[in-house]
């Protein structure tokens, strides 16, 4: 093996915060952030209302806002195509 595919190893098995923990807390965060602006939940605003808040942290310019939205389209799009309904 050599030094530059070690060292790889060892920054990728390094981290053991589990992502579903992260998408987690991201959740809490998010919520909390509407919750504390609109006075309600994420899932109880007008669709529009929830369309405006996910672009917002869609164009964020927090990273990890970013990076949550992105693990959140990709698992709806998992979902959707993965599902044998029709479309």
Same mark, same amino acid.
């Not at 098995?13 to 609109?38: D, I």
């Not at 899932?43 to 405006?52: G, I, K, N, Q, T």
């Not at 990709?74 to 044998?84: E, K, W």
């Given at each position: 093996?050599?030094? !530059?595919?070690?060292?790889?190893? #060892?920054?990728?098995?390094? *981290?053991?915060? +589990?992502?579903?923990?992260?998408?987690?807390? =991201?959740?809490?965060?998010?919520? !909390?952030?509407?919750?504390?602006? #609109?006075?309600?939940?994420? *899932?109880?605003? +007008?669709?529009?209302?929830?369309?405006?808040? =996910?672009?917002?942290?869609?164009?964020?310019?927090?990273?990890?806002?970013?990076?949550?939205?992105?693990?959140?389209?990709?698992?709806?799009?998992?979902?959707?195509?993965?599902?044998?309904?029709?479309?």
């Amino acid at each position: 093996m050599t030094k !530059a595919s070690s060292t790889a190893g #060892e920054i990728l098995g390094a *981290s053991t915060f +589990p992502v579903s923990l992260a998408l987690k807390l =991201m959740a809490v965060l998010l919520s !909390a952030q509407t919750l504390l602006v #609109e006075g309600t939940a994420l *899932s109880a605003l +007008p669709p529009e209302r929830r369309d405006s808040w =996910m672009r917002r942290w869609e164009t964020s310019r927090m990273p990890p806002m970013r990076q949550y939205m992105g693990a959140i389209r990709a698992i709806a799009l998992t979902v959707y195509y993965a599902s044998p309904r029709d479309r």
